[in-house]
Each structure stands twice: as C-alpha cells, then as structure tokens.
C-alpha cells in the first residue's frame, strides 16, 4: 500500500504515513453493485400461482358441466330422446325402455315418447335420471318407476283386465236395417 501524499510504502495496520504524517485511508474492499429491480424483471411465483388457479378452476367447470357436480340435474334435458338419449344417457334409456308412456293419450314407449303432458314421458325420464344419479341402481328406478306410474312393457296393467270384461259385457248395438 502507498501513501496517497508521498506515494511511499506503508503498511496496511497504519494510519498515518511514517514518512510524511499525512493520514491513510485505507481502501474498502471492492463489493459488487446489487442489481436494480427493475420494472420488466419476471415474478415467476406470481406467473406459476396464477396458471396454477387457472387450471384449477377450469377443471372445476369441466368436472361441473360433466354431470358430476352440484347442478348436475340441470345438465339433464329430459326431452332427449331414442339414440340421443341412448349416447348421452345409457342408464335413463336403459330403465326407460322398459316403460310405456304412462300419460294415457300414446302407447309409445317411454324412450322414444316426446310427451310433454303432466305424467308424461319427460317427467318420467327426469323422476329416472334424478334416482340413478341419487346413487339407486336401474333395476331399483325400474321399481320406483312401476310403482308410480305403472305402464311396464309386456306387463298387463291392473285397468286392462276390467275394461276387458266391461267391453265383454255391453250389449252389441245393431244397426237399423232399411
């Protein structure tokens, strides 16, 4: 180390120069400048916390809007019907068909019927998709379903054996001859 007035040796631990008495100064280790944090450095936590929330609620709306979330009852549309009902809705289409429409105006089958009457066709087919997802197990709905509303396929109904016999009992009319 020199000495900043006579630019002769002086040792480090001294404080003024034994030669010409001016004070040492000694020189402060060189420190690196921390950089500036400027206004285009990248927050990498804030980005991978932000796409993080975004995925999550992006499969929260897919897993709601698949028929597994708390609105499911309002993904079934009970007026589907025939394949549309068969691809979307195998279990309701599978217990449906077991059914007749028990409205009274159509004997159309429960899956194919586009009854909008009250005990109609679509009110069935949503009583159906209500119990399978509420966790019961088709043939269980097809049960409820005979129960309530009656009108199993290939079984007789309690009503047809009656009108049977009173169709069987009014005399036959006869038409006037000219």
């Known amino acids: 180390m020199k000495c900043p007035e006579c630019h002769r040796k002086v040792f480090k631990r001294d404080r003024f120069c034994p030669h010409c008495g001016a004070r040492i100064v000694p020189r402060q280790a060189y420190t690196r400048p921390l950089p500036s944090k400027s206004s285009h450095s990248i927050n990498w936590p804030v980005i991978a916390g932000a796409v993080l929330i975004g995925v999550i609620i992006g499969a929260m709306a897919m897993y709601s809007r698949s028929g597994h979330g708390s609105n ?27 059914f007749n429409c028990p409205c009274g ?20 087919r949503a009583f159906i998709y209500a119990q399978l997802q509420a966790g019961h197990k088709p043939f269980h709905v097809a049960e409820m379903v005979e129960q309530r509303w009656g009108h199993r396929k290939g079984v007789p109904t309690p009503d047809a054996g009656r009108l049977k016999e009173k169709l069987q009992l009014q005399p036959k009319m006869q038409l006037p001859q000219n």
């Open 72 to 98: 499911a009852a309002q993904a079934f549309n009970p007026s589907l019907r025939g394949p549309q009902l068969a691809a979307m809705f195998p279990l309701v289409y599978e217990v449906a068909s077991q």
């Open 105 to 124: 105006s159509c004997n159309d089958g429960l899956e194919i019927c586009d009854c909008e009457m009250k005990n109609g066709a679509s009110e069935v």
